[in-house]
């Protein structure tokens, strides 16, 4: 049971990688022939402006896709505030939006969805299950991915401001509390004890070069009175 909480904040990343090297010794045999070193030169060049050009397709590609997936995003969100349930903001989504976070300090509008699998948290930060949803009494968990939608933690202070609107379109108020690095083991965060609060958590440390890790930053804002 704890391995499987754990594993609701586990985010995962893959890396495409090109090293270009030539076996040992050929750099004599070109002294010999360098005409098939210039022809040797020229292909490398071909070859690392095609990985190039395919690199910044896929990342034009991958912004492309996220900005529209935000756009399906709120208009699932404004079909919720007009009474419907779990609306999907794609056919083939397993996701639906839940809340919305506003965090005025960062400049930040954020749509929650709910489940905090991989498929998720690439479009939105994601409500962790078995948790209140955000707005509700209790301890809302809610993880994202450090170098988008919740890299925006690192810039929060204590007493900054949190809103939440909840599904049925009403507004609760937090002010962060706090904020702290932990093992990713350190499951206590989930406990639902405790006052009303959100816990938002990412991977640690932002500017680490791999995702995952086994340590995570978590931010505790605590529900203002009603």
């Known amino acids: 049971m704890r391995a499987a909480r754990d594993d609701r904040f586990r985010t995962e990343a893959m890396a495409l990688g090109v090293e270009c090297a030539l076996p040992a010794g050929y750099a004599a045999r070109c002294v010999a ?12 060049l071909l070859v690392c402006i095609a990985v190039g050009l395919w690199h910044f397709g896929q990342g034009v590609y991958i912004h492309a896709k996220a900005t529209l997936a935000q756009y399906l995003i709120a208009d699932a969100w404004h ?16 996701t639906w ?3 919305r976070i506003d965090a005025p300090a960062a400049g930040e509008r954020l749509y929650v969805l709910e489940g905090a699998n991989g498929r998720a948290i690439a ?3 994601g409500h962790v299950h078995g948790t ?8 809302s968990v809610i993880g994202g991915h450090r170098d988008t939608h919740f890299a925006f933690l690192r810039t929060l202070k204590i007493g900054d401001p949190l809103s939440v609107q909840r599904e049925d379109g ?30 938002l958590v990412t991977c640690w440390p932002f500017d680490a070069l791999r995702a995952g890790g086994p340590e995570r930053y978590v931010v505790t804002a605590t529900a203002a009175p009603k």
């Open 123 to 125: 479009f939105g930060p």
């Open 33 to 44: 022939r360098p005409g098939s070193a210039s022809r040797l030169s020229g292909a490398l």
């Open 79 to 94: 079909k919720t505030l007009a009474g419907r349930r779990e609306v999907k903001p794609w056919p083939w989504a397993d």
């Open 97 to 99: 939006p839940v809340a």
């Open 170 to 199: 009403a507004w609760r108020g937090y002010r962060v509390a706090g904020a702290a690095v932990v093992d990713r083991s350190d499951v206590y965060v989930t406990r639902n004890s405790g006052p009303t609060r959100l816990t």
């Open 132 to 139: 209140p949803l955000p707005g509700m009494p209790g301890n």
